[in-house]
T-cell receptor, first 116, second 113 residues
Framework: AQTVTQSQPEMSVQEAETVTLSCTYDTSESDYYLFWYKQPPSRQMILVIR??????QNATENRFSVNFQKAAKSFSLKISDSQLGDAAMYFC?????????????FGEGTQLTVNP | DVKVTQSSRYLVKRTGEKVFLECVQDMDHENMFWYRQDPGLGLRLIYFSYDVKMKEKGDIPEGYSVSREKKERFSLILESASTNQTSMYLC????????????FGPGTRLTVL
């Protein structure tokens, strides 16, 4: 079974600075997808960024980018020019590309605080 | 925009009560999911459904059941609520034409006294 681990329960960053959230996963599959989701306080979970395992190029979405290291099974999220609105719980998630269905396996989450 | 709604934002129930949590989507998606979210544990899959009247157990189905009589509605049922089922419950659907991402409802915070 696949597992996803986020080893940083809490992180903090100064506004306008850069922060990196860590995620590692364990799988024997070669085809899969990885996601970062954001859950702001009392608000809905939304997708931040996705990465297909077959793509070597790291995904980017505006101020959000990932460092995908397939051999190391690492998938970190970098937030540049942090804003107060980035404060949230962030979850890393894995989806198999080989088995049927579309279930996600989530990490424990990292609570990000942005200090003004 | 994909819309996923959940019947209650906050719910307080007593031990032993039968509890229904409802999730409704408006986009005719087949795949629907129920997760529970607990601090330090992330999201854990309880049940999911591929289509009407179809269901599959997730990682923690004990103490729960589900019902999907119509495509747009997926209900999570706690047959006899217990205090260890106090949690945040999140419903999600799979986007049909997206890269397998899921869209989430706002969540129901359930407290069992």
């Amino acid at each position: 079974a696949q597992t996803v681990t986020q080893s940083q329960p809490e992180m903090s960053v100064q506004e306008a600075e850069t922060v990196t959230l860590s995620c590692t996963y364990d799988t024997s599959e070669s085809d899969y997808y990885l996601f970062w989701y954001k859950q702001p306080p009392s608000r809905q979970m939304i997708l931040v960024i996705r990465q297909e395992a077959y793509k070597q190029q790291n995904a980017t979405e505006n101020r959000f980018s990932v460092n995908f290291q397939k051999a190391a099974k690492s998938f970190s999220l970098k937030i540049s020019d942090s804003q107060l609105g980035d404060a949230a719980m962030y979850f890393c998630a894995y989806r198999s590309g080989e088995t049927s269905g579309s279930r996600l396996t989530f990490g424990e989450g990292t609570q990000l605080t942005v200090n003004p | 925009d994909v819309k996923v709604t959940q019947s209650s934002r906050y719910l307080v129930k007593r031990t032993g009560e039968k509890v229904f949590l409802e999730c409704v989507q408006d986009m005719d998606h087949e795949n629907m999911f129920w997760y529970r979210q607990d601090p330090g544990l992330g999201l854990r899959l309880i049940y999911f459904s591929y289509d009407v009247k179809m269901k599959e157990k997730g990682d923690i189905p004990e103490g729960y059941s589900v019902s999907r009589e119509k495509k747009e509605r997926f209900s999570l049922i706690l047959e006899s609520a217990s205090t260890n089922q106090t949690s945040m419950y999140l419903c999600a659907i799979r986007g049909r034409f997206s890269y397998n991402e899921q869209f989430f409802g706002p969540g129901t915070r359930l407290t069992v006294l």
